[in-house]
């Protein structure tokens, strides 16, 4: 069973219900202090839930190991993220979308690991 890992500083109840909806992965939510430990969790999948100033802070110093999808305010375009993947999605969540952003990115990581 793949592991989605959510991070974020604040309350992440929607994305975590509607991320337990689209798949059958487990859904674990950490402090985006510990996103230097995210490859402990074994992610497939990494749903970083936080302001686009600090993505763009954490997105210049890590490498992140696996797809990310971005939960946002606002379009991030002067922002680089290095990941085998990466996509972001705009609040509100739409649960359609998500689902088809989180399936798709584990069908990345899935071909990655072939």
């Known amino acids: 069973m793949s592991n989605l890992i959510i991070f974020a500083e604040g309350n992440t109840q929607v994305i975590e219900e509607v991320s337990k909806k689209c798949t059958d992965c487990t859904v674990r939510v950490e402090n985006i202090e510990k996103i230097k430990e995210a490859e402990i969790f074994n992610p497939a999948v990494l749903i970083l839930d936080i302001p686009k100033s600090k993505l763009k802070d954490i997105s210049m110093v890590t490498k992140f190991p696996v797809p990310v999808l971005a939960v946002v305010d606002e379009i991030p375009n002067d922002i680089t993220v290095r990941a085998e993947a990466f996509d972001y999605i ?6 359609y979308e998500f ?6 990115l584990l069908k990345i990581k899935e071909l990655n690991d072939k």
Do not use: D
């Open 99 to 104: 689902s088809v952003k989180i399936k798709n």
């Open 90 to 95: 705009v609040n509100p969540v739409n649960e």
